[in-house]
Structure formats: structure tokens, C-alpha cells
């Protein structure tokens, strides 16, 4: 299957700082990039839809001066968490889908704990 | 608006047999798909029905009805390394994934 990589895997930061996170497909280039924030014992929750070259979507309630996402390239996605917050901290996933098909599977990032101190 | 119900934690005897219920109501509908999670890691696709019937792969295998809104995940022959979150997801009409709670599998020796 297609590979979603995710950088870095983990990260401590001080509040107020800021924190990037890349998500790269490797094999394929991926037409949209997802972003998800996962608390602990609970399910994915979807923030962004992002297509290349275009401004990402956000859902309902999330920020979006707050976690900045650049989709630069059909092979990368960028989260920033601005002015991060202890409760920003979460393990924060990306995905990867190849297009529109009927079989629109989603290819996913390892993850990114952040921790913010 | 959108729902995805699957139970919250099952538990099963190594060797034995579990199936996992996920029931949907979603605005359209494009596909099912099944993700495994193991603590701390992301998810791993399973599974994806999107016609009515039973799809098989090895050990596991995935069921589909579509005027029912329900899709069962059926694992075989358990094993301990299966002991996991499994994650009952649906595509709707934007081709946007609607994602279930997951259902914790705790496999007993």
C-alpha cells in the first residue's frame, strides 16, 4: 500500500511556542491531505481537509489561526499549532487519499504525540 | 446529522471467534471501511465494502448491508496481537470520512 510518513514522531514544547508538523506521501502524490486530532480512549476527530494549492477546509470549531495547514505540494502537508497550549496536547494524525475514485481509502501518517508543557 | 454506532469494548477468548457491529446513518453514501488501531499508533486499513455482502481476507472478513445501514467486521481464529480499537468508518456523499467511537477488543488467554 501507499506510505504516509509524519514528522516528527513525537515533540515536547513549551506554551506559547509554535509547532510544525509535516505529513509527506512517499509513493504517491495525494490529491487531498486530511489532519485529525485523536484525545486519549477516543476516536479520530477530522480538523482539516486540505487540497493542494488550495486554502484548507476546517470542520466546525476549529481554529483556524490556530493550527495553520499548508498543502505546498500534492506530496506535502503542513500543521502548525500556533501558540500552543497544554490542551492542545493530543496525538495528531495525517492522511493521505489518492483521489475521488469509489475506492477513496485513506492512507494514514504514523502520528505525532505533542506535548505541551 | 451523521452517526456511526459500533460498541464500546467487546471481549473474547484467544481462538474463538468475535464480530463487531457498526450501524450508520450518514448523508450518502460512498463505501465502509474497517481500520484497526493499536494503542498509540495509527490506524491501519482493514477493510472496504461499498455492495451489500460478505468480503473476505484471511482471518478477517467484513459484511455490508446498505438498506439495513449496517456493516459487521467478523475476526477468526484470535489471537492476542488482535487485541486492539477497531474503527467502523463511512464515506458520505463529499467522500468525507464519518468515524465511529471504535469498539476495544480485549483478547483473553
Known amino acids: 500500500g501507499a506510505v504516509v510518513s509524519q514528522h516528527p514522531s513525537r515533540v515536547i514544547c513549551k506554551s506559547g511556542t509554535s509547532v510544525k508538523i509535516e505529513c509527506r506521501s512517499l509513493?504517491?502524490?495525494?490529491?487531498?491531505m486530511f489532519w485529525y486530532r485523536q484525545f486519549p480512549k477516543q476516536s479520530l476527530m477530522l480538523m482539516a481537509t486540505s487540497n493542494e494549492g488550495s486554502k484548507a477546509t476546517y470542520e466546525q470549531g476549529v481554529e483556524k489561526d490556530k493550527f495553520l495547514i499548508n498543502h505546498a505540494s500534492l506530496t506535502l502537508s503542513t500543521l502548525t499549532v500556533t501558540s500552543a497550549h497544554p490542551e492542545d496536547s493530543s496525538f495528531y494524525i495525517c492522511?493521505?487519499?489518492?483521489?475521488?475514485?469509489?475506492?477513496?481509502?485513506?492512507?494514514f501518517g504514523p502520528g505525532t504525540r505533542l506535548t505541551v508543557l | 446529522g451523521q452517526n456511526i454506532d459500533q460498541p464500546t469494548e467487546m471481549t473474547a477468548t484467544e481462538g474463538a471467534i468475535v464480530q463487531i457491529n457498526c450501524t450508520y446513518q450518514?448523508?450518502?453514501?460512498?463505501?465502509l471501511f474497517w481500520y484497526q488501531q493499536h494503542a498509540g499508533e495509527a490506524p491501519t486499513f482493514l477493510s472496504y465494502n461499498v455492495l451489500d455482502g460478505l468480503e473476505e481476507k484471511g482471518r478477517f472478513s467484513s459484511f455490508l448491508s446498505r438498506s439495513k445501514g449496517y456493516s459487521y467486521l467478523l475476526l477468526k481464529e484470535l489471537q492476542m496481537k488482535d487485541s486492539a480499537s477497531y474503527l467502523c468508518?463511512?464515506?458520505?456523499?463529499?467522500?468525507?470520512?464519518?468515524w465511529g467511537a471504535g469498539t476495544k477488543l480485549i483478547i483473553k488467554p
Open positions: 468508518a463511512v464515506s458520505d456523499s463529499n467522500y468525507q470520512l464519518i
Open positions: 492522511s493521505a487519499r489518492l483521489g475521488l475514485a469509489d475506492y477513496n481509502e485513506q492512507f
Open positions: 450518514t448523508s450518502g453514501f460512498n463505501g
Open positions: 509513493d504517491f502524490q495525494a490529491t487531498t
